[in-house]
């Protein structure tokens, strides 16, 4: 199952997604972008065991709740390997702009295109996709047994990432999208950053392809 938080901080909303499978409740929580208390209450009330914290990419308000978690439970974080600036360099997080705290953290382990992450008894398989235009290190991860993907800032229901930060390239996310989202079966689901649901089919009928 995947179950949907709203995060906010600072007037700033995001979504952090939980994915864990309906028996052994093993899986992983995907972004962190504020409230890290919250989302490790939700843990401890619903019974979930989250082997990994995933990042779709290192935007503050996709680990902006990160430190927070990590002081009440010490679950590893990964991301791409191009993230790891982005975690580190308040200017690529852009956590310098907003006027809280600046971030700078490490991850636990990287990732790179084409990597499946498992849990530990395969009950849930993410193929990751590199998916460049919001930022180098975006990603989108690709659950192909149960038809969804978790998108982060690549692409929203009805619309697609910002490219004005560093490392977008507008051409560079179409690319993305058409070559690499839109090309996933239709009925294809996909949960994005920071808007509802939506399914390749839909989205399909935004781009010429
Ligand atoms: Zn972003």
Do not use: W
Request: proline share 2%; aromatic share 12%; net charge negative.
């Amino acid at each position: 199952m995947v179950k949907r938080v709203v995060t906010l901080k600072d007037g700033y909303d995001s979504n952090a997604y939980f994915c864990v499978d309906d028996e052994t409740k093993h899986g992983f929580l995907f972004d962190c972008g504020a409230e890290g208390k919250r989302l490790s209450d939700i843990m401890d009330k619903e019974g979930y065991v989250i082997e990994k914290i995933i990042i779709t990419h290192g935007h503050f308000d996709h680990i902006g709740g990160i430190a927070q978690l990590r002081e009440n439970k010490k679950i590893p974080v990964y991301i791409h390997e191009a993230g790891k600036l982005f975690l580190s360099d308040p200017k690529y997080n852009l956590s310098i702009y907003t006027g809280s705290e600046q971030i700078s953290i490490s991850a636990d382990g990287y990732f790179k295109d084409g990597d499946l992450i498992e849990t530990e008894e395969k009950e849930l398989c993410f193929r990751v996709i590199n998916t460049p235009g919001h930022t180098d290190d975006s990603c989108v991860f690709y659950n192909e047994k149960d038809g969804y993907a978790i998108t982060g800032d690549t692409i929203f229901k009805g619309t697609y990432g910002n490219t004005r930060f560093p490392t977008g390239d507008y051409h560079t996310l179409m690319s993305s999208i058409k070559e690499k989202i839109l090309t996933l079966p239709d009925n294809t689901v996909l949960y994005s950053g920071h808007t509802l649901a939506s399914t390749v089919g839909e989205e399909r009928k935004m781009y010429n392809v």
